[in-house]
């Protein structure tokens, strides 16, 4: 399955919230340094989804607030 967020880095609440079928917006406490707001998001999608963080991956956007993810 592919989704695609926003992520919201720096947020002073952090969560996931089902904006449309198949998008998202994550806030995240972790700066975008060193991707550990990537990391971060990761984490917080693995958590909602109920899965292992292993099986969330990347497709693009590291570098950006907007990204997109297959989840296995």
């Given at each position: 399955?592919?989704i695609y967020v926003k992520v919201?880095?720096?947020?002073?609440?952090?969560?996931?919230?089902?904006?449309?079928?198949?998008?998202?917006?994550?806030?995240?406490?972790?700066?975008?340094?060193?991707?550990?707001?990537?990391?971060?998001?990761?984490?917080?999608?693995?958590?909602?989804?109920?899965?292992?963080?292993?099986?969330?991956?990347?497709?693009?956007?590291?570098?950006?607030?907007?990204?997109?993810?297959?989840?296995?």
């Amino acid at each position: 399955m592919r989704i695609y967020v926003k992520v919201r880095p720096n947020a002073k609440r952090p969560g996931v919230s089902l904006v449309a079928e198949g998008r998202f917006l994550v806030a995240v406490k972790e700066p975008p340094k060193e991707g550990k707001a990537n990391r971060a998001v990761r984490t917080a999608l693995a958590e909602y989804f109920g899965i292992a963080a292993s099986h969330i991956v990347m497709v693009s956007g590291a570098a950006a607030r907007d990204k997109i993810f297959d989840i296995e």
